[in-house]
Nanobody
Framework: QVQLVESGGGLVQPGGSLRLSCAAS????????MGWFRQAPGKQRELVAG???????RYADSVKGRFTISVDNAKNTIFLQMNSLKPEDTAVYSC??????????WGQGTQVTVSS
């Protein structure tokens, strides 16, 4: 089993930045695939950023150039650096991890609200 705990969400003004963290514990491997999803009210959950194996990193078109996913394997933590935030980035952000596919394990989610 794997436990994921997110932190770093909150309220930020448009144009601001936030960094989300997701600490993992349990049966984890440095080769796990990892990522961040988000879900806004009334919308489907979408992949924001993911490290999907083989050195491949994928971003949603809407966040390219603004968001960066990174991994600290020594701390078993993944990060999502979010810059130039927009009101449409408002959502619950959840991290996910899996041995071979995203979505095997999920964190509880953290709210990000972008508003003036």
């Amino acid at each position: 089993q794997v436990q994921l705990v997110e932190s770093g969400g909150g309220l930020v003004q448009p144009g601001g930045s936030l960094r989300l963290s997701c600490a993992a514990s349990g049966n984890i491997f440095s080769t796990d695939v990892m990522g961040w999803f988000r879900q806004a009210p009334g919308k489907q959950r979408e992949l924001v950023a993911g490290q999907i194996g083989g050195g491949v990193t994928r971003y949603a078109d809407s966040v390219k150039g603004r968001f960066t996913i990174s991994v600290d394997n020594a701390k078993n933590t993944i990060f999502l650096q979010m810059n130039s935030l927009k009101p449409e980035d408002t959502a619950v952000y959840s991290c996910t991890r899996g041995r071979f596919v995203l979505g095997q394990f999920w964190g509880q989610g953290t709210q990000v609200t972008v508003s003036s």
